[in-house]
């Protein structure tokens, strides 16, 4: 499929929750083609990550990565990454704080503060 339509700020389907991916979607045809068309999008748009509901997929799946990125200019190379069903739990209670984009709500960054560290 490609390059997707990425949802913009408002559009419904970002406020749903999104859906754990079955067991018995891994290996197969369709989950991969929507990691190829995350990745696909990502690098079209210039992300650094992109989740499956953001192109109207309900599923948790994300990922991430990029080489030299021109909306990040000052940030290194992160290897790329597939996230599925992830689980995320703070470990100590330090946050950092760093200036943030979305693919979804273009043009703008926040502020955003995120555990120093954590179990994935």
Known sequence: MGIRNVLRIGHPALRRHAEEVPDDRFGGQRLQELIDDLFDTKLACSGAGLAAPQIDEPWRVLVVGMDHNPRYPDTPPL????????????????????????????????EVQRWRHIHL
């Open 79 to 110: 290897p790329e990454l597939v996230l599925i069903n992830p689980v995320i739990k703070s470990i100590g209670k330090e946050l950092i704080a760093a200036w943030e984009g979305c693919l979804s709500v273009p043009g703008l960054r926040g």
